[in-house]
């Protein structure tokens, strides 16, 4: 599956931003869909996972209860709904897509496949 990585831009704090990571080649069925992000001079970090057969999702600590994972069937896509967005949210985000991850792996970035172009998300303090 090819992922492309949508949505980015600049914001200010406390404002929403919803990214999209959209499937070409096949669809998402039986994968798990994941974000990650990495900020300038940091490595990269968990976001968000979604098991599309389950619709589980698992999220970092440092988004959990401001970002949302969710999909839709027929456009193909995942998206990452953030709110109440913080100056240190700012990185470029990454979607990525695995389908024989389990679930002790979701955070680690080394059991994705699948990877998406970056998309870059600025916020302004």
């Known amino acids: 599956v090819q992922l492309q990585a949508s949505g980015g831009g600049l914001v200010q704090a406390g404002d929403s931003l919803r990214l999209s990571c959209t499937a070409s080649g096949e669809t998402f069925n039986g994968y798990v869909v994941a974000w990650f992000r990495q900020a300038p001079g940091k490595g990269r970090e968990f976001v968000s996972a979604?098991?599309?057969?389950?619709?589980?999702?698992y999220y970092g600590d440092s988004v959990k209860g401001r970002f949302i994972t969710s999909r839709d069937n027929a456009k193909k896509s995942v998206y990452l709904q953030m709110n109440s967005l913080k100056p240190e949210d700012t990185a470029v985000y990454y979607c990525?897509?695995?389908?024989?991850?389990?679930?002790?792996?979701?955070?680690?970035?080394?059991?994705?496949?699948?990877w998406g172009q970056g998309t870059l998300v600025t916020v302004s303090s």
């Open positions: 990525a897509a695995s389908r024989t991850i389990i679930v002790s792996s979701y955070r680690n970035e080394n059991g994705y496949a699948h």
């Open positions: 979604l098991r599309l057969s389950s619709m589980h999702t």
